[in-house]
């Protein structure tokens, strides 16, 4: 890769904090915070973004950003008055900005009549009379040969002892040295034999010596020229680089220097980077980033997750040697064990990302969604700086914009229904992030009108999807939402009404491991819940067993665990059983039978049953043979090699090498699952027998 690509790349990657930068502000804007900074915040995103596309000649980017910034530049000036339209004005010119960043980005194809037609608006806001729009051509650039070095780097070895003369005449060693470090890449280390005891110490007679490593184009005339000054006050000796100190060139050498700190031995490192210098004067930013490909990442998270598959192996290999709990051995695996859950809790905060750019995202897509339904629509933020695993982050894109167009057109009513319903005339829909149990918590919720659930069961029908003389529960009529195929769109609009959508939300949160839900009440508005794990490499679980084969029951849904008594355990006329527990009936659903292990059904005198609970917050209690463990295990996807297997959400690897099943807790509450149905009424007690 170039020089060239290697900016350009570094230029799209500045780009996207500088779209978060001008978002934020003109979110604040339109909250009405009135703050100098922030509208200078906005222009210098804007006309950053100019400048850099200026570079790398798109032409287009520039020509709109530079109408953008002007409107900025008129309002933070004072000389253009903030009306009602200017801040979504320029929000859709932020939106329309993203899109040329994309484009020039992907290489695609621009929508020229949206942006001829904010240019328009733009316009209308620029005052030609009073202040003459000056004309602006951007300068490209030729990356390639602007960072290539003029001379070949020189590596040298420096000795530097200050006489008293040089104290004596006003002169500081480390000022001398800071003018060279930021010439080229230099480490500093202080000779610590050179320095007598303190008993011994003179101030007239000093022994301070210093041993730099410089590296540099022309270092030697550099150090002639930092140095000339003390001539003749000062031991100066310059040698050519050896091995027994290793100074790394990196391309800041060549532009803006930082330098490089070593500690050969006896000698102790003087620090001078950045961070912790104390005299040159330069700051850096206390969280300091480093940039990694997302490769080298991925291929680090697999290996600890193998390192982790290993730790399970050894313990398993450790556990058949029946050795004293009191064994050496026994506490060597138990800090195995911890460095290994510290090492991937390390690894995956690397990962985490706060999903700050996707609400910001979702913001655009309610925009975009609210002018082509020609309704007033306000997107309200909640916990954008909650994180989670990048590559969730990514997944969870078009399944969000799946939800937020539903809920535009769907959920929110127009202007006169609003007014007709006593409501404001624009319409909410709360976007909001947070951690619940280990988990991520996603809520996509409108003050709409909420489900109809008469024209939603009418729709099913019509369409064949359940049964004419169908009886459901308000929550089984929800999630007829999710079927493949379903609208309640009569009419194909940009929108919606093709008979994708929820479906594919659906789908798209499965392939997560998560779990979506739905509540709503006529009138109020609709929340649809997501829940997803924090990262798709783990998962803590209970190791179970079910006729026979070993499975995993994801913490996350587990309420608790418990052997019940025989009189707990109720058998319904229905045939289905229930479970007395705490004055309420949950239903009791045998994972062997809804696996297809029939023949291995576990006894219902000896069998453990887990108590969980689903995304609608019902309760249910699985039918194990038995519980073995608590542990963390590494998640292996099965749907690329066996498709989807209900009840089945991933595999793992056991220490023993045995492969052990996920379970999907949603689907074993299904009501064909879960053959119990709710208790019935105290006058129908009679239907109901202890097993």
Same mark, same amino acid.
């Given at each position: 890769?170039?020089?060239?690509?290697?900016?350009?790349?570094?230029?799209?990657?500045?780009?996207?904090?500088?779209?978060?930068?001008?978002?934020?502000?003109?979110?604040?804007?339109?909250?009405?915070v009135?703050?100098?900074?922030?509208?200078?915040?906005v222009?210098?995103?804007?006309?950053?973004?100019?400048?850099?596309?200026?570079?790398?000649?798109?032409?287009?980017?520039?020509?709109?950003?530079?109408?953008?910034?002007?409107?900025?530049?008129?309002?933070?000036?004072?000389?253009?008055?903030?009306?009602?339209?200017?801040?979504?004005?320029?929000?859709?010119?932020?939106?329309?900005?993203?899109?040329?960043v994309?484009?020039?980005?992907?290489?695609?194809?621009?929508?020229?009549?949206?942006?001829?037609?904010?240019?328009?608006?733009?316009?209308?806001?620029?005052?030609?009379?009073?202040?003459?729009?000056?004309?602006?051509?951007?300068?490209?650039?030729?990356?390639?040969?602007?960072?290539?070095? $003029?001379?070949?780097?020189?590596?040298?070895?420096?000795?530097?002892?200050?006489?008293?003369?040089?104290?004596?005449?006003?002169?500081?060693?480390?000022?001398?040295?800071?003018?060279?470090?930021?010439?080229?890449?230099?480490?500093?280390?202080?000779?610590?034999?050179?320095?007598?005891?303190?008993?011994?110490?003179?101030?007239?007679?000093?022994?301070?010596?210093?041993?730099?490593?410089?590296?540099?184009?022309?270092?030697?005339?550099?150090?002639?020229?930092?140095?000339?000054?003390?001539?003749?006050?000062?031991?100066?000796?310059?040698?050519?680089?050896?091995?027994?100190?290793?100074?790394?060139?990196?391309?800041?050498a060549?532009?803006?220097?930082?330098?490089?700190?070593?500690?050969?031995?006896?000698?102790?490192?003087?620090?001078?980077?950045?961070?912790?210098s104390?005299?040159?004067?330069?700051?850096?930013?206390?969280?300091?980033?480093?940039?990694?490909?997302?490769?080298?990442?991925?291929?680090?998270?697999n290996?600890?997750?193998?390192?982790?598959?290993?730790?399970?192996?050894?313990?398993?290999?450790?556990?058949?040697?029946?050795?004293?709990?009191?064994?050496?051995?026994?506490?060597?695996?138990?800090?195995?064990?911890?460095?290994a859950?510290?090492?991937?809790?390390?690894?995956?905060?690397?990962?985490?990302?706060?999903?700050k $750019?996707?609400?910001?995202?979702?913001?655009?897509?309610?925009?975009?969604?609210?002018?082509?339904?020609?309704?007033?629509?306000?997107?309200?933020?909640?916990?954008?700086?909650?994180?989670?695993?990048?590559?969730v982050?990514?997944?969870?894109?078009? $399944?969000?914009?799946?939800?937020?167009?539903?809920?535009?057109?769907?959920?929110?009513?127009?202007?006169?229904?609003?007014?007709?319903?006593?409501?404001?005339?624009?319409?909410?829909?709360?976007?909001?992030?947070?951690?619940?149990?280990?988990?991520?918590?996603?809520?996509?919720?409108?003050?709409?009108?909420?489900?109809?659930?008469?024209?939603?069961l009418?729709?099913?029908?019509?369409?064949?999807?359940?049964?004419?003389?169908?009886?459901?529960?308000?929550?089984?009529?929800?999630?007829?939402?999710?079927?493949p195929?379903?609208?309640?769109?009569?009419?194909?609009?940009?929108?919606?009404?093709?008979?994708v959508?929820?479906?594919?939300?659906?789908?798209?949160?499965q392939?997560?491991?998560?779990?979506?839900?739905?509540s709503?009440?006529l009138?109020?508005?609709?929340?649809f819940?997501?829940?997803? $794990?924090?990262?798709?490499?783990?998962?803590?679980?209970?190791?179970?067993?079910?006729?026979?084969?070993?499975?995993?029951?994801?913490?996350?849904?587990?309420?608790?665990?418990?052997?019940?008594?025989?009189?707990?355990?109720?058998?319904?006329?229905?045939?289905?059983?229930?479970?007395?527990?705490?004055?309420?009936?949950?239903?009791?659903?045998?994972?062997?039978?809804?696996?297809?292990?029939?023949?291995?059904?576990?006894?219902?005198?000896?069998?453990?049953?887990?108590?969980?609970?689903?995304?609608?917050?019902?309760?249910?209690?699985?039918?194990?043979d038995?519980?073995?463990?608590?542990?963390?295990?590494?998640?292996?996807?099965?749907?690329?090699?066996?498709?989807?297997?209900?009840?089945?959400?991933?595999?793992?690897?056991?220490?023993?090498?045995?492969?052990?099943?996920?379970?999907?807790?949603?689907?074993?509450?299904?009501?064909?699952?879960?053959?119990?149905?709710?208790?019935?009424?105290?006058?129908?007690?009679?239907?109901?027998?202890?097993?």
């Open positions: 890769m170039s020089n060239s690509d290697d900016i350009r790349a570094m230029f799209f990657d500045e780009c996207s904090d500088l779209m978060e930068s001008l978002f934020e502000g003109l979110t604040r804007l339109e909250e009405g009135p703050e100098e900074d922030t509208v200078n915040a222009f210098r995103a804007v006309h950053s973004i100019k400048g850099g596309a200026g570079a790398f000649k798109l032409a287009d980017l520039v020509l709109f950003a530079h109408k953008f910034e002007t409107v900025l530049d008129e309002l933070r000036s004072g000389r253009l008055e903030q009306d009602d339209k200017l801040i979504p004005t320029m929000l859709r010119a932020a939106d329309h900005l993203t899109h040329l994309e484009v020039a980005q992907s290489e695609s194809e621009i929508n020229h009549s949206r942006g001829t037609e904010l240019l328009a608006e733009l316009n209308a806001y620029v005052d030609a009379s009073v202040l003459p729009e000056a004309e602006f051509t951007p300068m490209a650039m030729d990356f390639d040969t602007m960072f290539m070095p $003029p001379t070949p780097n020189e590596t040298l070895e420096i000795e530097f002892r200050p006489h008293a003369k040089l104290y004596h005449n006003g002169h500081d060693p480390l000022l001398l040295i800071d003018a060279l470090h930021k010439q080229g890449a230099l480490s500093v280390a202080i000779d610590l034999d050179a320095i007598t005891r303190f008993e011994n110490y003179d101030p007239d007679a000093p022994t301070l010596k210093f041993k730099l490593t410089f590296l540099a184009s022309e270092a030697k005339r550099l150090i002639k020229e930092n140095f000339e000054f003390v001539d003749g006050i000062c031991d100066l000796t310059i040698t050519e680089f050896t091995p027994e100190i290793a100074v790394v060139e990196t391309a800041a060549q532009s803006q220097p930082d330098p490089l700190v070593v500690e050969p031995s006896p000698t102790k490192a003087l620090d001078t980077s950045p961070k912790t104390g005299f040159s004067g330069r700051g850096e930013p206390a969280n300091a980033t480093l940039r990694v490909e997302l490769e080298k990442v991925d291929r680090l998270i290996t600890v997750g193998e390192l982790i598959i290993n730790q399970a192996m050894v313990n398993q290999r450790i556990e058949q040697l029946n050795l004293a709990n009191d064994s050496d051995l026994w506490s060597d695996m138990a800090d195995y064990k911890v460095l859950r510290d090492l991937q809790e390390g690894v995956m905060s690397i990962r985490a990302q706060p999903v $750019p996707l609400f910001q995202r979702m913001a655009r897509i309610t925009r975009e969604a609210a002018d082509t339904s020609k309704k007033s629509v306000r997107l309200v933020q909640v916990g954008e700086n909650t994180e989670v695993d990048k590559t982050i990514e997944r969870l894109a078009d $399944p969000l914009t799946h939800m937020i167009r539903n809920a535009v057109d769907h959920g929110l009513e127009n202007g006169e229904g609003r007014k007709a319903a006593g409501k404001a005339e624009v319409g909410t829909i709360t976007l909001s992030a947070r951690h619940m149990s280990g988990n991520l918590m996603i809520e996509v919720a409108d003050d709409g009108g909420g489900l109809n659930r008469d024209r939603i009418d729709i099913a029908i019509s369409k064949g999807l359940v049964p004419r003389n169908a009886e459901l529960q308000d929550g089984e009529i929800d999630k007829l939402l999710f079927l195929g379903f609208s309640t769109n009569k009419e194909v609009s940009e929108l919606s009404g093709r008979g959508g929820m479906d594919v939300v659906k789908t798209a949160v392939a997560l491991g998560g779990r979506i839900a739905i709503s009440a009138g109020k508005g609709t929340t819940a997501i829940v997803l $794990p924090l990262t798709l490499a783990v998962v803590e679980g209970i190791v179970i067993s079910v006729a026979g084969e070993t499975m995993i029951v994801p913490i996350t849904a587990v309420l608790e665990t418990f052997r019940p008594k025989k009189s707990e355990i109720f058998r319904l006329a229905s045939g289905g059983r229930v479970l007395s527990i705490r004055g309420e009936y949950v239903p009791i659903v045998s994972v062997a039978g809804c696996l297809g292990f029939e023949a291995g059904m576990a006894d219902p005198q000896t069998a453990v049953l887990v108590l969980v609970e689903n995304m609608d917050h019902s309760r249910f209690a699985l039918e194990v038995s519980i073995h463990d608590q542990r963390q295990v590494v998640i292996k996807s099965v749907s690329g090699d066996y498709g989807t297997i209900p009840g089945v959400s991933a595999a793992t690897i056991m220490g023993n090498g045995q492969i052990a099943l996920i379970l999907d807790v949603d689907h074993l509450s299904n009501k064909e699952n879960v053959v119990a149905s709710m208790p019935p009424p105290p006058s129908q007690t009679a239907s109901m027998s202890n097993e």
